[in-house]
């Protein structure tokens, strides 16, 4: 089974970080590229960053961009996203998501963190 | 960045009626390479989104063939021809044409009258 499983969110300070992972199982995880995707309390979806297959490339939404990083690790079919400098508006559910064709073919259930004091 | 507006926003529906969700761009969706990178998903309550339609008409693996995409340009729509209870849920459009950012539209709530 195709299956994206997220995990490390919780609860942190304005100015913390967190690190958060995507494990990824029943399907070449290597060969996707692999998305990071929001959604606010409420709030509709928002693309936050994206890695090639082999993590040559990365790309941030403006939002994020100096303050987040995305990276994988293809021998352990695990996806991640570094968040420092967190924010309360970085307040969120965090999925990660594959690309086939386009982003979102196959989504994780979600982890979720907030950004309070 | 592209600006997605979809219409409406709110979508009250009778079981086994017709629905159609409309998707705008600000900019045209299709690439240099002639394709048109403009997706559908549906995320029901509680759950996380799932992906419905890619490059415009393109069914995912599963999905009822109650449910089809179309437009070109900047103008395309979602369509469900008989709506079923559990096709509640919000539904946006997401363009992944130029990017980054990819961008989504606002959202449209489908709900049962």
């Known amino acids: 089974e195709v299956q994206l499983v997220e995990s490390g969110g919780g609860l942190v300070q304005p100015g913390g970080s967190l690190r958060l992972s995507c494990a990824a199982s029943g399907f070449s995880f290597s060969s996707f590229w692999m998305h990071w995707v929001r959604q606010a309390p409420g709030e509709g979806l928002v693309w936050v960053s994206h890695?090639?297959?082999?993590?040559?490339?990365?790309y941030y939404a403006d939002s994020v961009k100096g303050r987040f990083t995305i990276s994988r690790d293809n021998a352990k079919n695990t996806l991640y996203l570094q968040m420092n400098s967190l924010r309360p508006d970085d307040t969120a559910v965090y999925y990660c998501?594959?690309?086939?064709?386009?982003?979102?073919?196959?989504w994780g259930q979600g982890t979720t963190v907030t950004v309070s004091s | 960045d592209v600006v997605m507006t979809q219409s409406p926003l709110s979508l009250p529906v009778t079981l086994g009626q017709p629905a159609s969700i409309s998707c705008r761009s600000s900019?045209?969706?299709?690439?240099?390479?002639?394709?048109?990178?403009l997706n559908w998903f549906q995320q029901r309550p509680g759950q996380s989104p799932r992906r419905l339609i890619y490059m415009v008409s393109n069914r995912d693996s599963g999905v009822p063939d109650r449910f089809s995409g179309s437009g070109s340009g900047t103008d395309f729509t979602l369509k469900i021809s008989r709506v079923e209870a559990e096709d509640v849920g919000v539904y946006y459009c997401?363009?992944?044409?130029?990017?980054?950012?990819?961008?989504f539209g606002q959202g449209t709530k489908l709900e049962i009258k």
């Open positions: 900019q045209s969706l299709v690439h240099s390479n002639g394709h048109t990178y």
């Open positions: 890695i090639t297959s082999d993590g040559s490339s990365t």
């Open positions: 997401m363009q992944s044409t130029h990017w980054p950012p990819y961008t």
């Open positions: 998501a594959r690309d086939f064709y386009t982003p979102g073919d196959v």
